[in-house]
C-alpha cells in the first residue's frame, strides 16, 4: 500500500518551454501533496505544499507564476514548470500524506528528472 | 531556528552494524521519520517515531528521545545495497518535515 506514482520519470526539454509532471497516489487519498527540488548532493529542498481542492502554499523563494501546482483531486497533482530554463534543471520529486496508515508519513513519487537545454 | 545535525558520512562492513545518529531543533514537535534515499532516486520512507523509545522493524531499528532531542537509526546485518543516504525528519508544528543533508552510508565487503 501507500504508492505514489509520477510522469514523466525524465523528460529533456527546450529552454522557454513548459513541462508538466504529474503526481498521483495510486492506493490512497492524498489529502496534501508536496514537491521538493532536489540538486546534486543537496538536501531536499520543499518548494510547496498543496491541499485538495486549494491553492497551493509556496516556500519562500519559489516563484508561484512559474511552477504551476494543481492539486484537483485526492489522487492527482500536477506542477507545471512554465518556461523552463537550464537553472530550472533537476530532480522534482512529490510526496503524498493521506488516509493511508500513518496519515502523518509522507510517501514518495520516483521523482522526475527534467534537463533544460 | 530548525536544524538537524547527522554526521556527513559513515563507512561500515557488510555484515556490521551501525547507528546513525540525529540531533535535531525543531519549532514544536510531531513525530520523526527516517528515510532512506540511493543515489538518484526519491526517498523511501523507513520509520516514524513519536513517542521515546526503540521501534524495531526487521534489520532496522529507530529511536526517539524527545527530551534530548534526539534520534538515531540501527541498521543490523548491514548489506551492500544499504549503501545508501539516510535522511533524519522531524515534523514540525505545521506538521511540515524538516530536511537536512542527511547522512552517507557507505557499505564496504
Known amino acids: 500500500g501507500a504508492v505514489v506514482s509520477q510522469h514523466p520519470s525524465w523528460v529533456i526539454c527546450k529552454s522557454g518551454t513548459s513541462v508538466k509532471i504529474e503526481c498521483r497516489s495510486l492506493?490512497?487519498?492524498?489529502?496534501?501533496m508536496f514537491w521538493y527540488r532536489q540538486f546534486p548532493k543537496q538536501s531536499l529542498m520543499l518548494m510547496a505544499t498543496s491541499n485538495e481542492g486549494s491553492k497551493a502554499t509556496y516556500e519562500q523563494g519559489v516563484e508561484k507564476d512559474k511552477f504551476l501546482i494543481n492539486h484537483a483531486s485526492l489522487t492527482l497533482s500536477t506542477l507545471t514548470v512554465t518556461s523552463a530554463h537550464p537553472e530550472d534543471s533537476s530532480f522534482y520529486i512529490c510526496s503524498a500524506r493521506g488516509l493511508a496508515g500513518d496519515s502523518d508519513t509522507q510517501y514518495f513519487g520516483p521523482g522526475t528528472r527534467l534537463t533544460v537545454l | 531556528g530548525q536544524n538537524i545535525d547527522q554526521p556527513t558520512e559513515m563507512t561500515a562492513t557488510e555484515g556490521a552494524i551501525v547507528q546513525i545518529n540525529c540531533t535535531y531543533q525543531t519549532s514544536g514537535f510531531n513525530g520523526l521519520f527516517w528515510y532512506q534515499q540511493h543515489a538518484g532516486e526519491a526517498p523511501t520512507f523507513l520509520s516514524y517515531?513519536?513517542l521515546d523509545g526503540l521501534e524495531e522493524k526487521g534489520r532496522f531499528s529507530s529511536f526517539l528521545s524527545r527530551s534530548k532531542g534526539y534520534s538515531y537509526l540501527l541498521l543490523k546485518e548491514l548489506q551492500m545495497k544499504d549503501s545508501a543516504s539516510y535522511l533524519c525528519?522531524?515534523?514540525?508544528?505545521?506538521?511540515?518535515?524538516?530536511w537536512g543533508a542527511g547522512t552517507k552510508l557507505i557499505i564496504k565487503p
Open positions: 492506493d490512497f487519498q492524498a489529502t496534501t
Open positions: 517515531n513519536v
Open positions: 525528519a522531524p515534523m514540525d508544528s505545521n506538521y511540515q518535515l524538516i
